[in-house]
């Protein structure tokens, strides 16, 4: 070999372990923070294992080809997902599902309209039994699982919610949903705060 040919070799084979670099970097990137310490040796092992890929293949090339394929076909580590933060007051255990009459009695102040517990019940929903939203027929089931007689005019009850702030609309589905306005008033009656 040329001295000119050994200096391309040499190049390439930097330009690879520059890629190898690279791309163990974007994998490691893809850790999430909490694990700290392990993002450094998911790097380190990622750069010995495209490394020992390189080194095995005796060919830049297929080095090249390694490189690029992990880089490409590496999917990014889901996020975690946001966890709801555990009411005031509220000791979370795990795989235990608290009941809607055990989540009325941990309440400090008692809601004192319909409209209030309309917000009661759309926080228990979307914090104990993760649903996003709800209809004014299914409230009736809560009144009811809350030991509390269904009132007369749901609906009046629930616009009034609604215009308070309490609750809102989602338009797209038809569902209402709790506010962060709501969401802060009930955290105030768990923790008898006005």
Request: glycine letters at 6%; proline letters at 5%; hydrophobic letters at 40%.
């Amino acid at each position: 070999m040329s001295t000119e040919q050994d200096k391309r070799r040499l190049d390439e084979i930097v330009d690879v372990l520059k890629y190898i670099v690279k791309a163990s970097v974007e994998v490691a990137k893809n850790v999430p923070e909490e694990f700290g310490k392990a993002r450094n040796e998911v790097l380190i092992e990622t750069y010995r294992y495209l490394l020992g890929h390189v080194a095995s293949s005796y060919s830049v090339a297929a080095g090249r080809a390694v490189v690029e394929a992990v880089a490409r076909y590496q999917q990014p580590a889901a996020p975690p997902a946001p966890q709801p933060a555990a009411p005031v007051g509220v000791e979370t255990i795990a795989g235990k599902k608290l009941s809607l009459v055990e989540f009325v009695d941990l309440l400090k102040k008692k809601p004192s309209s319909n409209a209030e517990w309309i917000t009661v019940f759309a926080y228990y929903m979307k914090h104990y039994e993760k649903k996003e939203g709800f209809t004014v027929k299914e409230l009736k089931d809560y009144f009811k699982a809350a030991g509390l007689k269904v009132p007369g005019n749901l609906p009046r009850d629930t616009k009034t919610a609604l215009k308070k702030g309490l609750i809102a609309l989602d338009l797209e589905s038809k569902r209402y949903y709790i506010t962060r306005k709501g969401e802060e008033f009930v955290r105030g009656m768990l923790s008898g705060e006005e």
